[in-house]
Nanobody
Framework: QVQLVESGGGLVQPGESLRLSCAASGDIFSIQAMGWYRQAPGKQRELVAVITADGGTNYAGSLKGRFTVSRDNTKNTVYLQMDNLKPEDTAVYYC???????????????WGQGTQVTVSA
């Protein structure tokens, strides 16, 4: 089994920054991709950013320039640096990993437990 543990959410004022972290552990042979999604109240979960095994990144168009995704392969950890936060960034943020385990033959999706980010004056 694989476990994902998120941290770093909280309450901030508009214009401030936060950094989210998500660490994976367990039955991991290789991590194909890591990413972040978010879900605001009453809305569908949406992609925030993804980073692939070779370091390629993809962002939701409206977030590029304010959000930065990065990874530490030695720690199986993905980060999301969020700058100049706006009230519309308020949501539960989920990390997502595509992992090939030693016990599986194909990669599987894994999700973190979610961390609340609230941007309010």
């Amino acid at each position: 089994q694989v476990q994902l543990v998120e941290s770093g959410g909280g309450l901030v004022q508009p214009g401030e920054s936060l950094r989210l972290s998500c660490a994976a552990s367990g039955d991991i042979f290789s991590i194909q991709a890591m990413g972040w999604y978010r879900q605001a109240p009453g809305k569908q979960r949406e992609l925030v950013a993804v980073i692939t095994a070779d370091g390629g990144t993809n962002y939701a168009g409206s977030l590029k320039g304010r959000f930065t995704v990065s990874r530490d392969n030695t720690k199986n950890t993905v980060y999301l640096q969020m700058d100049n936060l706006k009230p519309e960034d308020t949501a539960v943020y989920y990390c997502n990993y595509l992992i090939l385990s030693y016990s599986d033959h194909v990669p599987s999706d894994y999700w973190g437990q979610g961390t609340q980010v609230t941007v309010s004056a």
